[in-house]
């Protein structure tokens, strides 16, 4: 689908659809600067390489689990019930609304990070940043899960007693954990010495 028309027929010839995804690497990239109105009843949407589409429409309160890479989006309004975000390379985008109840965010090569997010949703449980900037606020006591990769971060926040897992990849400025949860199950660093606190014990490789 490479029109706004055509994605305006698919929706039209489809009024029970729970999710759908935009992808059109093969045949070239979605031509419209907008989607036309979106069913009523949608879980699940994934936008990818879609470089002129500026604008989206009113999202369903039904959508649980939004992804857009590779658009041209300047204002991202999330509905109240969106549990999961994936969002990458939106070089326009600079406002995203609503991520107050948010359980899963996953950033990929957001350069003004700390400006669309500057606080990270208070129920969030997973987190993953890949190639973003230096940047992690405090994180909320709810957090379960951790991914940090190609991040030239150097010092991370006081660690949740709610986390149980924790990656660090690619992380060259990044020399010491702080103190590390006893709720933590896994530790992954691949490739790194470091250093950090487990319970009163300091480990070192």
Not at 28 to 55: D, R, S, V, W
Request: aromatic content about 8%; proline content about 10%.
């Amino acid at each position: 689908m490479k029109s706004v028309t055509d994605v305006a027929a698919f929706f039209w010839n489809n009024p029970n659809l729970t999710g759908f995804t935009l992808e059109s690497y093969s045949d070239g990239p979605f031509q419209g600067l907008f989607l036309p109105k979106l069913p009523t009843n949608l879980e699940f949407i994934c936008i990818l390489h879609a470089p002129n589409l500026l604008y989206l429409p009113e999202l369903p309160g039904t959508l649980k689990i939004l992804e857009v890479q590779f658009t041209g989006l300047k204002e991202l309004e999330i509905p109240g019930n969106l549990q999961r975000l994936v969002l990458g390379r939106v070089p326009l985008l600079k406002k995203i609304n609503n991520l107050a109840k948010l359980n899963s965010l996953e950033l990929w090569d957001i350069p003004n990070l700390a400006e669309l997010i500057p606080v990270l949703p208070a129920e969030l449980e997973t987190l993953a940043l890949f190639n973003c900037p230096a940047w992690l606020p405090r994180l909320p006591d709810s957090l379960r899960s951790i991914r940090i990769s190609n991040s030239h971060i150097g010092e991370l926040p006081v660690l949740p007693e709610s986390l149980e897992d924790l990656t660090i990849d690619k992380c060259p400025n990044l020399k010491s954990l702080p103190k590390l949860p006893a709720s933590l199950k896994k530790l992954n660093i691949p490739g790194r010495t470091t250093s950090f606190w487990l319970g009163e014990t300091f480990i070192q490789f």
